[in-house]
T-cell receptor, first 112, second 114 residues
Framework: EDQVTQSPEALRLQEGESSSLNCSYTVSGLRGLFWYRQDPGKGPEFLFTLYSAGEEKEKERLKATLTKKESFLHITAPKPEDSATYLCAVQALSGGYNKLIFGAGTRLAVHP | ETGVTQSPTHLIKTRGQQVTLRCSSQSGHNTVSWYQQALGQGPQFIFQYYREEENGRGNFPPRFSGLQFPNYSSELNVNALELDDSALYLC?????????????FGPGTRLTVT
C-alpha cells in the first residue's frame, strides 16, 4: 500500500537552531516527491519537487534532498516566520492517473 | 497567490443535508483535484477531473461527487452529510499529463457539520 510517513510530528526550535524534517515513503510508480508549506487555515503552498535519488533543491533557508526511500527538508538558521506545518507528498501513477499521497505533516514552531 | 480560488470560505451544515463547494482553477490548467483535510492530518485525495470527466478517485463513497465545467471551474458535492465530513476541503489545479506536474492549491473551504 502506498504510504508516506513524516517525522517528527511536531518540532520546536529556537531562532537560528538548524534542524531536519524527515519524510519516508513506500510507493509503486513514484513520479515525484513534493514539499509544501501550510499555514493555519490556508491551502498548502508549493515549495519543491524532487524526481530522483540524489537530487537537491534549495530555497532561502530550506533545502530538500531525496534518497530512494526518504526525503529530508533541512532548515538552516530558521526564523519565526518559518513556523508552519510542512507537508510531504509523493506523486504516484495509479490506474492511469496521477495522484498525490500526503503525509500527516510536521508542525514546526520557531521561537525568538 | 496561486490563482486558485474557492468559495465559500466557511460553511456550517446540519447532518443529512447536502453541500456544494466551488473552485476556480488557475488559468491554463485543465485538471482539478479535490482533497479533504481533517484537523491535524494531511490532505486526502477525493477525486480528479480532466476535461470534464472524473479520471481518478480515492477511497470516498459515491455521495461525494463532482463536476468540472468548460472554463475549468469545478464543484464538489456532498450528499447526506455526516459529522465526520467536517474538514477543510481543498481544490488543486494542474496540467494533466505533464510528468512531475505541480499542483497549486486554493485556500480551502472549512465545512462544519453539526
Amino acid at each position: 500500500e502506498d504510504q508516506v510517513t513524516q517525522s517528527p510530528e511536531a518540532l520546536r526550535l529556537q531562532e537560528g537552531e538548524s534542524s531536519s524534517l524527515n519524510c519516508s515513503y513506500t510507493v509503486s510508480g513514484l513520479r515525484g516527491l513534493f514539499w509544501y508549506r501550510q499555514d493555519p487555515g490556508k491551502g498548502p503552498e508549493f515549495l519543491f519537487t524532487l524526481y530522483s535519488a540524489g537530487e537537491e533543491k534549495e530555497k532561502e533557508r530550506l533545502k530538500a534532498t531525496l534518497t530512494k526511500k526518504e526525503s529530508f527538508l533541512h532548515i538552516t538558521a530558521p526564523k519565526p516566520e518559518d513556523s508552519a506545518t510542512y507537508l510531504c507528498a509523493v506523486q504516484a501513477l495509479s490506474g492511469g492517473y496521477n495522484k498525490l499521497i500526503f503525509g500527516a505533516g510536521t508542525r514546526l514552531a520557531v521561537h525568538p | 497567490e496561486t490563482g486558485v480560488t474557492q468559495s465559500p470560505t466557511h460553511l456550517i451544515k446540519t447532518r443529512g443535508q447536502q453541500v456544494t463547494l466551488r473552485c476556480s482553477s488557475q488559468s491554463g490548467h485543465n485538471t482539478v483535484s479535490w482533497y479533504q483535510q481533517a484537523l491535524g492530518q494531511g490532505p486526502q485525495f477525493i477525486f480528479q477531473y480532466y476535461r470534464e470527466e472524473e479520471n481518478g478517485r480515492g477511497n470516498f463513497p459515491p455521495r461525494f461527487s463532482g463536476l468540472q465545467f468548460p472554463n475549468y471551474s469545478s464543484e464538489l458535492n456532498v450528499n447526506a452529510l455526516e459529522l465526520d465530513d467536517s474538514a477543510l476541503y481543498l481544490c488543486a489545479s494542474s496540467t494533466f499529463g505533464q510528468v512531475g506536474y505541480e499542483q497549486y492549491f486554493g485556500p480551502g473551504t472549512r465545512l462544519t457539520v453539526t
